[in-house]
């Protein structure tokens, strides 16, 4: 879901962009930082957990699992910030 509505940013950025000659610093951080964190929570962090569960590592397991929670929050937090740097 969160990756659905990232995506539907991504594609209103690049809308905005064919409009306008230059990217705001700003607009970048946050794209590059959601490109990192969905990165993150879509390609990588699910391998962590399953590594620590076949480990029989449940404190490892609760840790990734936090942290997948946090990247979370993180990922609403600069939507939250792109869609105020979009619209004003």
């Known amino acids: 879901m969160v990756l659905d509505r990232t995506l539907k940013y991504y594609f209103h950025f690049q809308y905005l962009m064919s409009q306008e000659t230059e990217l705001p610093n700003t607009m970048y951080d946050i794209?590059?930082?959601m490109g990192k964190d969905a990165g993150f929570l879509y390609e990588t962090i699910d391998t962590y957990i399953k590594d620590a569960q076949n480990a029989n590592k449940?404190?490892?397991?609760?840790?990734?699992?936090?942290?997948?929670?946090?990247?979370?929050k993180?990922?609403?937090?600069l939507k939250d910030a792109l869609e105020k740097e979009i619209h004003g």
Request: no cysteine.
């Open 31 to 33: 794209l590059h930082a």
């Open 74 to 77: 993180h990922l609403h937090l």
């Open 58 to 72: 449940s404190d490892l397991v609760d840790i990734w699992q936090t942290i997948k929670k946090d990247r979370l």
